[in-house]
Nanobody, 121 residues
C-alpha cells in the first residue's frame, strides 16, 4: 500500500506565501511523475504543476512565475512553493504520484487526502 501525506496548507493573505509538502510512504519500487492538483468550491479538479523523476516540470498557465514545484528523490517528497498568492488560489490542493510495485510492473497512481489553502484578507 502506498500513501501520500500532504502538509503545509492554511490561511494566508493575498500576496503571501505557503509551502506544501507531500511525502510518499509504503511499499513501492519506484516513483514516477508527482504533481499537485487543486479543486476550488464548485469547480473541477485542475492541474497545478507536475515534476518527473528526472525533475522536468510543467505548470498551469495560471501559476507560472508564482509557484515552484520541486522534489527530493531520497525523501520521496514533492514540494510546492506558492508565492504571490491570490484570492483565486483558494482551493483544496491534492498531491498525486505515479509508482510501480516492482521492477517491470505497470505504473499505478495514488492521491493524497488534500490540504486546504485559503487566501483571504
Amino acid at each position: 500500500q502506498v500513501q501520500l501525506v500532504e502538509s503545509g496548507g492554511g490561511l494566508v493573505q493575498p500576496g503571501g506565501s505557503l509551502r506544501l509538502s507531500c511525502a510518499a510512504s509504503g511499499s513501492f519500487y519506484s516513483l514516477g511523475t508527482m504533481g499537485w492538483y487543486r479543486q476550488a468550491p464548485g469547480k473541477e479538479r485542475e492541474l497545478v504543476a507536475t515534476i518527473t523523476s528526472g525533475k522536468s516540470t510543467n505548470y498551469a498557465d495560471s501559476v507560472k512565475g508564482r509557484f515552484t514545484i520541486s522534489r527530493d528523490n531520497v525523501k520521496n517528497t514533492v514540494y510546492l512553493q506558492m508565492n504571490s498568492l491570490r484570492l483565486e488560489d483558494t482551493a483544496v490542493y491534492y498531491c498525486k504520484a505515479e509508482f510501480t510495485r516492482w521492477i517491470g510492473s505497470r505504473w499505478l497512481e495514488v492521491w493524497g487526502q488534500g490540504t486546504l489553502v485559503t487566501v483571504s484578507s
